[in-house]
């Protein structure tokens, strides 16, 4: 066993080789338990690869575990599970967002600068994060979110969607939100994908395109959405170097208004558009974080965590003015 913590087992094979087991799925095991992997991700060598997933283990005949609902998640597949929701006793979640802010990410390493540089900015003020499901879907599998619990730099989490494993779980990111809101009691949100995001280098197919869904649903619920800018000055890709083609896909294709927030005193490109956009400068502090994005710890890449940073600051000095 390498390690172990709510919903996932790290554990060495026989071979050599890592993998990792979902025990809400397919329960834990032990040294010496015969199990069967998917390879998959290996061998692509996916950017999240190094680690087989387990199976099933044949150590056990069947495996059980009390359902908290009546509604499924990984619905038709083997390892369809009833997670329950959130919905189904809460009661009217339809009172809207009354202007709470919504930070919306790109990749999920912006969901740990997002929340350093909001408990910088207003300390004490809960965090809620709404995690889709356009990437990863067992939120256990994250150590940023695991460690963002253990430092309370997130009061509580929502899976929406296919995504799974959250303190709350919802139907869809809109409900998310609400939940967020009104249940998990946020006094901002910050929406993302898990780890592992999609991207093939096309217009239009990355994972992260769910963004325009995020910003619909907190305009929509009264919300006040603030788009993280994906920004980077050590991308060897010119289309994520300087403003990302994601955010820039996302600006473009949205039409609703969203907030920007820009390190003050950092020239923006033609692509943010201050009218349009509502871009607002912000103070960064600086922050000691520790995040990887695209194989590149944040020391790498200073200009990733400064504009990620700024959506933190101005979510929350929202939360600030309003005390």
């Given at each position: 066993m390498?390690s172990?913590?709510t919903?996932l087992?790290r554990?060495?094979?026989?071979d050599?080789?890592?993998?990792?087991?979902?025990?809400?799925?397919?329960?834990p095991?032990a040294?010496?338990?015969?199990v069967v992997?998917n390879?998959?991700?290996?061998?692509?060598?996916?950017?999240t690869?190094?680690w087989?997933?387990v199976?099933?283990?044949?150590?056990?005949?069947e495996?059980?575990?009390?359902?908290?609902?009546h509604?499924?998640?990984?619905?038709?597949?083997s390892?369809?599970?009833?997670?329950?929701?959130a919905?189904?006793g809460?009661?009217?979640?339809?009172?809207?967002?009354g202007g709470?802010?919504v930070?919306?990410?790109d990749l999920?390493s912006?969901?740990?600068?997002v929340a350093?540089?909001?408990?910088r900015?207003?300390?004490g003020?809960?965090l809620v994060y709404v995690?889709?499901?356009?990437?990863?879907l067992?939120?256990?599998l994250?150590?940023?979110?695991?460690?963002?619990?253990?430092?309370?730099?997130?009061a509580?989490?929502?899976s929406a969607?296919?995504?799974?494993?959250?303190?709350?779980?919802a139907v869809?990111v809109h409900t998310?939100?609400l939940?967020?809101?009104?249940?998990a009691?946020?006094d901002a949100?910050?929406v993302?994908?898990?780890?592992?995001?999609?991207?093939?280098g096309t217009?239009l197919?990355f994972g992260?395109l769910?963004a325009?869904?995020?910003?619909?649903a907190?305009?929509r619920?009264?919300?006040?959405?603030?788009?993280?800018?994906?920004?980077?000055?050590?991308?060897?890709r010119?289309?994520?170097r300087?403003l990302?083609?994601?955010?820039?896909?996302v600006l473009?294709?949205?039409?609703?208004p969203?907030f920007?927030?820009?390190p003050?005193?950092?020239?923006?490109?033609?692509d943010?558009?201050?009218e349009r956009?509502?871009?607002?400068p912000?103070?960064?502090?600086?922050l000691?974080?520790?995040?990887?994005?695209?194989?590149r710890?944040a020391?790498?890449?200073?200009?990733f965590?400064r504009?990620t940073?700024?959506a933190g600051?101005l979510a929350?000095?929202?939360?600030r003015?309003?005390?």
């Amino acid at each position: 066993m390498l390690s172990e913590r709510t919903g996932l087992q790290r554990v060495a094979l026989e071979d050599g080789s890592r993998a990792y087991v979902l025990t809400e799925l397919v329960g834990p095991v032990a040294v010496g338990d015969r199990v069967v992997v998917n390879t998959t991700a290996v061998d692509l060598g996916l950017g999240t690869g190094g680690w087989h997933v387990v199976h099933w283990n044949l150590a056990r005949h069947e495996w059980t575990s009390p359902g908290r609902g009546h509604v499924l998640k990984l619905r038709y597949t083997s390892l369809q599970a009833d997670v329950g929701v959130a919905e189904e006793g809460a009661g009217d979640l339809s009172g809207g967002l009354g202007g709470l802010p919504v930070v919306v990410c790109d990749l999920h390493s912006q969901v740990g600068v997002v929340a350093a540089a909001y408990a910088r900015t207003a300390p004490g003020r809960r965090l809620v994060y709404v995690m889709t499901d356009s990437a990863a879907l067992p939120l256990a599998l994250s150590d940023l979110v695991a460690g963002l619990r253990e430092q309370g730099l997130l009061a509580a989490t929502v899976s929406a969607g296919q995504a799974f494993g959250g303190d709350h779980e919802a139907v869809n990111v809109h409900t998310g939100l609400l939940v967020a809101a009104h249940l998990a009691r946020a006094d901002a949100v910050v929406v993302g994908p898990g780890p592992g995001s999609v991207g093939t280098g096309t217009a239009l197919g990355f994972g992260s395109l769910d963004a325009l869904a995020a910003v619909e649903a907190a305009s929509r619920l009264l919300g006040m959405p603030i788009v993280a800018v994906r920004w980077s000055g050590a991308d060897a890709r010119d289309r994520h170097r300087g403003l990302s083609h994601h955010t820039a896909t996302v600006l473009a294709l949205t039409p609703w208004p969203v907030f920007l927030a820009c390190p003050a005193g950092e020239e923006v490109g033609e692509d943010l558009q201050p009218e349009r956009h509502r871009l607002w400068p912000v103070e960064v502090p600086d922050l000691d974080v520790e995040v990887e994005t695209m194989g590149r710890r944040a020391a790498d890449d200073p200009a990733f965590v400064r504009w990620t940073a700024a959506a933190g600051v101005l979510a929350a000095g929202v939360v600030r003015s309003v005390e």
